[in-house]
T-cell receptor, first 113, second 111 residues
Framework: NAGVTQTPKFQVLKTGQSMTLQCAQDMNHEYMSWYRQDPGMGLRLIHYSVGAGITDQGEVPNGYNVSRSTTEDFPLRLLSAAPSQTSVYFC????????????FGEGSWLTVV | RKEVEQDPGPFNVPEGATVAFNCTYSNSASQSFFWYRQDCRKEPKLLMSVYSSGNEDGRFTAQLNRASQYISLLIRDSKLSDSATYLCVVNMNNYGQNFVFGPGTRLSVLP
C-alpha cells in the first residue's frame, strides 16, 4: 500500500535555486495539502487542493507554487529558494469531510544554504 | 494567542507511569478534534479522534471540554514505545482545509 509518496526525501539547495517536491497518492483522495514543519511550531499549511484543477493558498504560501492537474499528483515548486525555506515538508491527502484522517507522506528534508 | 496551544514538554516519565497532555484551542466554533502521534523524523499519524463524550482506545483516553476549549490525552501504563511527539489537531470548521496543528508535546518514556 503506497499511500502518499513524496520525493525527494533529502535535498540541499543553494539560495536562488528552484526545485519541485513531488507528491502522489493512490487513495483517490480529493483533498491534498502541503505543510511545512519547523522546530517549536506546528505544521503550517502552505497550499491545498480540493480536487483536480483547484488550488488555494494556506497560511504560508509565499515563495511556493502548486498545481493539481490530476487527482493523484500535487507537486510543490520552490521558485527561488531562500534559507528561510529550510524545513521539513509534508504532503498529505484525505477524503472530504471534517472528521476524516489525514494521511501524510514520509516528509522531505530541505536545506537551503 | 496561538490557535492551538499544547503543554510545552518534554515529558520524561518512567515506564508504567500515567501521563496527561493538555491542549487548548482559540476558536469556539471548532468542530472536530484529533490527537496525532509523530515519531522522530517520521510523518504524523492519527492516534485517535476526540469525541464530545470522551473516548478510550486501550491505554489512551481522550477528553473534550468545549466550554473551556481544551482537549486532553491520558496515557496509562506508559510503554517505551509510547515515546514520541503528540500533536493536537483542531478542525476549525467541519469542511474545507482548516485543520490547525499544535506545536506538539514530546514524551520520553524511560526504562
Amino acid at each position: 500500500n503506497a499511500g502518499v509518496t513524496q520525493t525527494p526525501k533529502f535535498q540541499v539547495l543553494k539560495t536562488g535555486q528552484s526545485m519541485t517536491l513531488q507528491c502522489a497518492q493512490d487513495m483517490n483522495h480529493e483533498y491534498m495539502s502541503w505543510y511545512r514543519q519547523d522546530p517549536g511550531m506546528g505544521l503550517r499549511l502552505i497550499h491545498y487542493s480540493v480536487g483536480a484543477g483547484i488550488t488555494d493558498q494556506g497560511e504560508v504560501p509565499n515563495g511556493y507554487n502548486v498545481s493539481r492537474s490530476t487527482t493523484e499528483d500535487f507537486p510543490l515548486r520552490l521558485l527561488s529558494a531562500a534559507p528561510s525555506q529550510t524545513s521539513v515538508y509534508f504532503c498529505a491527502s484525505r477524503p472530504p469531510g471534517g472528521r476524516n484522517t489525514i494521511y501524510f507522506g514520509e516528509g522531505s528534508w530541505l536545506t537551503v544554504v | 494567542r496561538k490557535e492551538v496551544e499544547q503543554d510545552p514538554g518534554p515529558f520524561n516519565v518512567p515506564e508504567g507511569a500515567t501521563v496527561a497532555f493538555n491542549c487548548t484551542y482559540s476558536n469556539s466554533a471548532s468542530q472536530s478534534f484529533f490527537w496525532y502521534r509523530q515519531d522522530c523524523r517520521k510523518e504524523p499519524k492519527l492516534l485517535m479522534s476526540v469525541y464530545s463524550s470522551g473516548n478510550e482506545d486501550g491505554r489512551f483516553t481522550a477528553q473534550l471540554n468545549r466550554a473551556s476549549q481544551y482537549i486532553s490525552l491520558l496515557i496509562r501504563d506508559s510503554k517505551l514505545s509510547d515515546s514520541a511527539t503528540y500533536l493536537c489537531v483542531v478542525n476549525m470548521n467541519n469542511y474545507g482545509q482548516n485543520f490547525v496543528f499544535g506545536p506538539g508535546t514530546r514524551l520520553s518514556v524511560l526504562p
